[in-house]
């Protein structure tokens, strides 16, 4: 049963990631993307990891897929171009993709996988946590490179906070404090007219 379950969920996201390309309209496309990764977090519970499956459904489909969407959705695209392009770059696109085949049958073929290279993987019992043995691998083995990821990520969040902080000589800026500090005699001055009657 588990192996038909597997295969399906491996054809779904297989065709699901064939549309993501093909299809014409980009929130179809969007779509498409939303329910190959929903598959694929389908694919790391069948593998028992269902931290990395959450983490997926959570981070990618609950925020950057929604992001992705809503960009694509205040967009003005223009799909009579997308179709020109499309027709214009499928030869390419094609021996791009028949070359990736080629390299994935070689590098992830039965030459090398199969269970006569690898034993199946042992059961866990039941009050097994696939997110407490994660936690203990990445903060014992792997502390190291994650200080130096959190590190890199921080340097990228400083630099990208200094790149939009930064002054540009034609661009007008608001002084908060200036605009509070304003009285209204400032701003409005009432003038006194006699009225006066059209002829």
């Keep these: 049963m588990e192996q038909i379950v597997f295969y399906v969920f491996a054809a779904l996201l297989v065709i699901a990631s064939v549309l993501v390309i093909t299809v014409r309209n980009p ?18 519970l069948l593998l028992e990891a269902e931290f990395l499956a959450l983490t997926l459904v959570l981070v990618y489909v609950g925020a950057v ?12 695209i223009n799909i009579v171009v997308l179709r020109e392009g499309f027709m214009r770059y499928l030869p390419v696109g094609i021996i791009v993709a028949l070359i990736i085949v080629v390299e994935m049958g070689i590098a992830v073929g039965p030459k090398y996988f199969g269970l006569e290279h690898f034993a199946e993987p042992a059961r866990h019992m039941a009050d097994y946590s696939n997110t407490k043995e994660l936690g203990r691998v990445l903060y014992t083995v792997y502390v190291y490179p994650f200080e130096i990821a959190a590190v890199i990520l921080l340097v990228a969040i400083v630099a990208a906070i200094a790149l939009t902080m930064r002054k540009r000589p034609n661009t007008k800026y ?11 005699n400032d701003r409005v001055r009432i003038i006194k007219m006699e009225s006066e009657q059209k002829e």
């Design 27 to 44: 929130v179809y496309a969007v779509l498409f993307l939303v329910l190959a990764f929903f598959t694929s977090a389908a694919l790391w």
């Design 65 to 76: 897929m929604v992001l992705f969407l809503f960009v694509v959705m205040m967009l003005d």
């Design 174 to 184: 608001q002084d908060p404090g200036w605009q509070v500090s304003v009285k209204r």
